[in-house]
């Protein structure tokens, strides 16, 4: 069977948004035609993407789960193939799996306003062939991040170096680091995750960073949720659990960002019950900011303050001065021999999958615009986007973006309205969408679309706040432009 070249939804990427948002349209929805295309050839976005040792969710899973499928896993903080798992069974149990168009990268989209429809320009990834489809709503879940490559700064003396440097965004399957001297450049999720993973086999693997990072240990296997699940009804228990997760998750953020001198003790008081006595916790594990400037990194039981404590792993802060043949050169003087460097400096910042807009002709500068409620564009018409929150689980906002778009297409509906788009106001002050200061967000700035200072031109990055305001504010605002 042909597939459709025009639809009545188009969903760009097939990954935990993607998934999302498909179930959403297809349960709210069951005689729209909608597809997915992914320009991979596997569904599960950064789960299926990312296959370094040890990767694993950096949120719970309790949040991280769906809303209408419940992770049912005993594990709070879930192993990568774990989470791929469910992905996959969730797209085939709601039937995502068959509307999924995989090796397709869509390129370009151009709105016309005469013919009130989307053409997309996609590029098929394997054969190079080029086709065009047309839809009435577009959809991005692409995510805001390259999965070409990831982001490594550009060292001095790194063609000198005779050793093996890998980015963990693209690990090489035949890799034995069995016994050797391994240095992992960088202090986020992904250096945390895989360290403790690969301190089993490696001969010896140093930590260096040029800022420290906040770091909490939280149980791989909660008993309290354990326990819920043993005496509630399944559904009773999934949100019980739920509930209980997302209040510790926002009320500790929101506890940081109010007194952020007693959560400095807090953690550092934490982490010192799992650290050797003699860590100097205070230079290598105390950054000169705030917690929740920037993402807090999880770590399961302890396991990279345990792999500490085994004296396999030690930790250097300094400023890397260049690469030498053996290993790196850093400011302080001190050299570090290593057999394998891992380059865990961040990801490429690239939104909307990296595809032109263009509105009647005229291109869509994405630095220019405004996200009205975080989830459509400033005088972007009949386009949504997801991009989940940055000091809680991806999915807690990915839910609420595909309720409110589910409510929007509704209301459309039932009113005979084929266009919805936000105008932009009169005096809106630009603040930015994610409201940390990590350096791949600092790099992309300029490229990514702008939060304004006032409502609906913003969220709170509060859940609690959010999903009352997405649920129950009104769709005709004033803001919004309907037309027939």
């Known amino acids: 069977m042909s597939e459709a070249t025009h639809l009545e939804v188009l969903i760009i990427g097939a990954g935990l948004s993607g998934i999302d948002a498909a179930v959403h349209i297809s349960q709210a ?16 976005g950064t789960w299926s993407l990312f296959k370094y040792p040890g990767i694993r969710s950096d949120s719970d899973m309790y949040t991280l789960g769906f809303g209408f499928r419940p992770w049912d896993g005993k594990d709070a903080i879930a192993e990568g193939a774990d989470i791929l798992r469910y992905l996959r069974e969730t797209a085939r149990e709601y ?12 390129t370009l989209f151009e709105w016309s306003s005469e013919d009130k429809v989307w053409t997309v320009t996609v590029e098929n990834t394997e054969t190079g062939a080029v086709e065009t489809l ?3 709503f577009l959809f991005s879940t692409s995510g805001y991040y390259s999965y070409e490559a990831g982001y490594t700064p550009d060292w001095p003396g790194l063609d000198d170096y005779q ?3 890998i980015h963990p965004q693209h690990w090489p399957e035949d890799l034995d680091y069995t016994g050797q001297r391994i240095v992992v450049i960088g202090s986020g999720a992904t250096a945390v995750t895989l360290i ?13 960073q040029r800022t420290p990072t906040y770091i909490v240990s939280q149980p791989r296997i909660d008993p309290v949720a354990q326990t819920l699940k043993r005496v509630l009804p399944g559904k009773l228990a999934a949100k019980a659990i739920h509930a209980r997760y997302a209040a510790v998750t926002i009320g500790f953020y929101e506890f940081c960002r109010r007194s952020p001198r007693l959560a400095k003790a807090l953690l550092k008081r934490w982490a010192k019950l799992h650290l050797p006595d003699d860590f100097d916790y205070d230079t290598h594990l105390t950054p000169p900011y705030d917690p929740w400037d920037q993402r807090l990194c999880v770590v399961p039981g302890a396991d990279l303050f345990k792999a ?8 250097v802060t300094d400023v890397i001065e260049r690469f030498t043949s053996t290993g790196i050169a850093l400011r302080s003087g001190q050299e570090l021999d290593a057999d394998i460097v891992v380059s865990a ?11 032109e807009i263009v509105v009647d002709g005229e291109k869509v500068d994405l630095g220019s615009t405004f996200t009205y409620k975080s989830l459509m564009l400033s005088d972007v018409p009949n386009f949504a986007f997801i991009i989940g929150y940055s000091n809680a689980s991806w999915t807690l906002k990915a839910d609420l973006v595909c309720e409110y778009v589910v409510r929007l297409l509704e209301h459309m509906d039932q ?4 266009v919805v788009v936000p105008r932009r106001q009169a005096g809106l002050e630009p603040t930015p969408v994610m409201d940390l200061t990590s350096g791949y967000l600092q790099r992309a700035a300029g490229r990514l679309p702008v939060a304004g200072d006032r409502d609906p031109w913003r969220l709170k990055h509060n859940w609690y706040f959010d999903k009352r305001f997405l649920r129950t504010s009104e769709l005709d605002d004033g803001v919004v432009e309907f037309s027939a």
């Open 95 to 106: 039937g995502v799996d068959e509307r999924i168009r995989y090796h397709r990268k869509a």
């Open 308 to 315: 500490i404590h085994s004296h396999k792993v030690d930790v």
């Open 29 to 44: 929805f069951p005689a729209r035609s909608y597809a997915v295309l992914e320009q991979r050839g596997e569904l599960g």
């Open 163 to 165: 050793g093996r440097v």
């Open 134 to 136: 047309t839809c009435d």
């Open 415 to 418: 009113h005979h309205l084929r």
């Open 196 to 208: 403790p993973s690969m301190a089993r086999d490696a001969g010896h693997i140093t930590m260096l």
């Open 345 to 355: 400096t961040g990801l490429e910042v690239v939104p909307m999958g990296g595809a």
